[in-house]
Nanobody
């Protein structure tokens, strides 16, 4: 069993930065592929970034490339999403999710085994 907890959300101005964290309050996420998802008001979830269970592969939503960086600290059992050059379109609730069996590719909600409750990111002037 894995319980994921996100933190680091908040309100920033366009061009600002935030670092989101995803940790496990129970279990360890070190053996899982971790995907960051987001859901903007009135929109479907979209996969933002992924790090494979071996850390050998990372993927990004096209609009996040060059601005967001996903990383894992195995000693702290935490996955981070560093978000720079934020734009209003990044406003959403951000969730981390764990995939026990798969790697990074086209993100699919139905393949995620565990989800956190989300953290809100608001980008506004």
């Amino acid at each position: 069993q894995l319980q994921l907890v996100e933190s680091g959300g908040g309100s920033v101005q366009p061009g600002g930065s935030l670092r989101l964290s995803c940790a496990a309050s129970e279990g360890t996420l070190n053996d899982y592929t971790i995907v960051w998802w987001r859901q903007a008001p009135g929109k479907e979830h979209e996969g933002v970034s992924c790090i494979s269970s071996t850390d050998r592969r990372t993927d990004y939503l096209e609009s996040a490339k060059g601005r967001f960086t996903i990383s894992r600290d195995r000693a702290k059992k935490t996955v981070y999403l560093q978000m720079n050059s934020l734009i209003p379109e990044d406003t959403a609730v951000y969730y981390c999710a764990a995939d026990q069996w798969g790697g990074c590719g086209v993100p699919r909600k139905d393949l995620m085994n565990y989800w956190g409750k989300g953290t809100l990111v608001t980008v506004s002037s």
